[in-house]
């Protein structure tokens, strides 16, 4: 039994240094990283943590514009290092060109009914990764990364200041064809039932955004997530119309993105959490 117990933990230390490495190995945005780290001495339950995770379109490739670029001691991120700083775009590192996505606004919205509280963003979100990368021990190539391994261990990480308060999931650009759509839903509420199981939040929100209307290709999945709103407790779904694409076609414009922003918190404060 001993020995048994042995190769476990072997395993499970393995496991870590392995998520760990993957996560400090990224490629490293081409826009300034360094920042200055922030102590946390508030209280955990005034500290409200969101879990940003999904594929490009959540991480941002927005053009960052000056507005971006001003913090907010109230508004932190957890970075590729794994310390607090003041958030400021970019959010993500996942790819060279991470730019404005909507999580900055987003934090920005959910400050302003409320001063007695701090908000702690994790970016977790893998560009290019289908809703299959988001399952243990899934590797993604593009990133280096194994999204939902490296998901856990920056959340399990920032769990020690603060409290998770949502989830925002904006992904399915990986995923609009026929055979994958069909089988979307059955996918995407195990994702956030494992979820919730690991940080023990069965009432915690998670908010998904629709893929924009530019993406003719991503009806089907926006019906798919509407469905699975009335499946999953405590799912809400973001609109995305509106919206103008890059250049790309692809990606969400910085205006755009800072609407999401908005649009995601306006979600976020509806849906009820204890």
């Not at 907010?72 to 794994?82: D, E, H």
Request: some cysteine; aromatic content about 8%.
């Amino acid at each position: 039994m001993i020995a048994i117990a042995s190769r476990r933990l072997v395993l499970l230390i393995t496991l870590a240094v392995g998520v760990l490495s993957s996560i400090w190995s990224q490629p490293a945005s081409t826009a300034p990283q360094h920042r200055e780290k922030v102590e946390i001495t508030f209280p955990k339950a005034q500290f409200r943590l969101y879990l940003l995770i999904g594929q490009s379109n959540m991480a941002g490739r927005g053009a960052i514009e000056p507005q971006d670029t001003i913090g907010n001691p109230r508004i932190l991120r957890l970075n590729r290092q794994g310390d607090w700083e003041i958030a400021k775009d970019p959010l993500h590192f996942d790819k060279p060109g991470s730019g404005v996505g909507p999580g900055l606004t987003f934090a920005r919205e959910m400050l302003a009914d409320s001063e007695d509280i701090v908000i702690g963003l994790i970016p977790c979100a893998a560009g290019g990764s289908s809703i299959d990368h988001w399952k243990s021990g899934v590797f993604w190539e593009q990133t280096r990364t194994f999204p939902y391994d490296d998901a856990l261990v920056r959340t399990k990480l920032a769990l020690k200041d603060g409290t998770l308060a949502g989830f925002l999931w904006h992904q399915g650009e990986a995923d609009c064809d026929s055979a994958k759509v069909s089988v979307y839903k059955e996918k995407l509420a195990a994702l956030v039932a494992d979820l919730r199981r690991e940080f023990r939040a069965p009432s915690v929100p998670f908010v998904v955004g629709e893929l924009p209307n530019f993406r003719i290709n991503g009806t089907l999945l926006n019906i798919v997530f509407h469905e699975a709103e009335k499946e999953i407790p405590n799912c809400v779904v973001v609109p995305a119309h509106g919206f103008t694409a890059m250049p790309d076609e692809v990606h969400l414009d910085a205006s755009s993105q800072r609407e999401f922003g908005r649009r995601y918190a306006e979600k976020m404060k509806a849906t009820p959490w204890k």
